[in-house]
């Protein structure tokens, strides 16, 4: 158990609408990186929160949004889904604002029909 | 931005056989991770190796920061051993930083 703990696990849904994924880092972790896995496209990153703060954005669609809260779990907002936006989603966390150490969720698998 | 590239793309071993996986990358880092993701999509931590030589059991790495390359080997290898293992280095960016992956080394042992 790495200690990021994703929600949900699994979750179907139709073109067209809004799904957010959930987040909890490990304790005392303040940076959240989101990473889109797709067949296509292999592992990529999509956004870095620290301590609250957006600080870098990857490949990221304008239909995408993300936020850190304040106890420091994240939430990635995916809008107007598409087919191709069908992908193994994983969270991470760091401790500081490095990689350095970063351990992964289990990773939401996402499947739009 | 940098390149991270894996060899081989594929492997298929026997059970009990030895395997050496590849990580190059294009530029000099901080941060270089090995990740082994399993038949169920999970992302496990193998090493945090930036530089130097690393053993956990049957599976060692070497980063030879200089040459910008690492090396995962495992040994006397499982069935359990299979999935996709991916080197990672990490890219800092203007404000923040992100690990940049390999397409990834698919390893099938058989039984």
């Known amino acids: 158990d790495s200690g990021v703990t994703q929600t949900p696990k699994h979750l179907i849904t139709a073109t067209g609408q809004r799904v957010t994924l959930r987040c909890s880092p490990r304790?005392?972790?303040?940076?959240v990186y989101w990473y889109q896995q797709s067949l296509d496209q292999g592992l990529q990153f999509l956004i870095h929160?620290?301590?609250?703060?957006?600080?870098a954005k990857g490949n990221i669609l304008e239909r995408f949004s993300a936020q850190q809260f304040p106890d420091l779990h994240s939430e990635l907002n995916l809008s107007s889904l598409e087919l191709g936006d069908s992908a193994l989603y994983f969270c991470?966390?760091?401790?500081?604002?490095?990689?350095?150490?970063?351990?992964f969720g289990q990773g939401t698998r996402l499947t739009v029909v | 931005g940098i390149q991270v590239e894996q060899s081989p793309p594929d492997l298929i071993l026997q059970e009990g056989a030895n395997s050496t996986l590849r990580c190059n990358f294009s530029?000099?880092?901080?941060?270089l991770q090995w990740f082994h993701q399993n038949p169920w999509g999970q992302l496990i931590n193998l090493f945090y190796?930036?530089?130097g030589t690393k053993q956990n059991g049957r599976l060692s790495a070497t980063t030879v920061a200089t040459e910008r390359y690492s090396l995962l080997y495992i040994s006397s290898s499982q069935t359990t051993d299979s999935g996709v293992y991916f080197c990672?280095?990490?890219?800092?960016?203007?404000?923040?930083?992100?690990?940049?992956f390999g397409a990834g080394t698919i390893l099938r042992v058989k039984s």
């Open positions: 929160y620290y301590n609250g703060e957006e600080r």
């Open positions: 190796i930036p530089s």
């Open positions: 991470a966390s760091s401790v500081e604002y490095s990689t350095v150490g970063a351990f």
């Open positions: 530029d000099s880092v901080n941060n």
């Open positions: 990672a280095v990490e890219f800092v960016m203007e404000y923040g930083n992100k690990l940049v």
């Open positions: 304790s005392g972790d303040l940076s």
